[in-house]
């Protein structure tokens, strides 16, 4: 069965540019053209597709997934490199989420310092911000 590059798109909740970028760079083949120069799909195409979204939903970055989708048409080859991949991900997810965590928390220092009832001029949020940006060049 062929698929318009609208069903796609609808199909796998990815857009009809982006979907056409990842042609561009490869990660799905070029689709076939109809008389009308209309672009048709695949099965396999809407397979890829499905896993393209679910690896950039987990932050997989496009050079990744290009490997990913490389190891995965040689069925016979030892996953370890495919592990290794994943493995590198979920560090960066790891370091994200201590940033984040340290946000938080700077935030919720800044804000519990607050209760809105001051001028602008005595806003310990403002100073905090102020004051951060000479304390971290003095380091």
Known sequence: M???????SRR????????????QMGLIEAAERTGGNQRRYE?????????????RDLGFPIEA??????LSGHPGRPCDRADTIAAEQLAQVREKIARLQKLE????RITGHCD???????????????????CESEH
């Open 2 to 8: 062929m698929h318009s590059i609208g069903e796609l």
């Open 65 to 70: 997934i290009r490997e990913l989708i490389s």
């Open 43 to 55: 099965k396999g195409d809407l397979e890829r597709l499905t896993f393209i979204r679910h690896a």
């Open 105 to 108: 928390s700077e935030l919720q």
């Open 116 to 134: 809105g009832d001051h001028a602008i001029e005595d806003c310990y949020v403002i100073r905090a911000l102020s004051d951060h940006g000479l």
């Open 12 to 23: 796998t909740g990815v857009k009809v540019p982006t979907i056409r970028y990842y042609e």
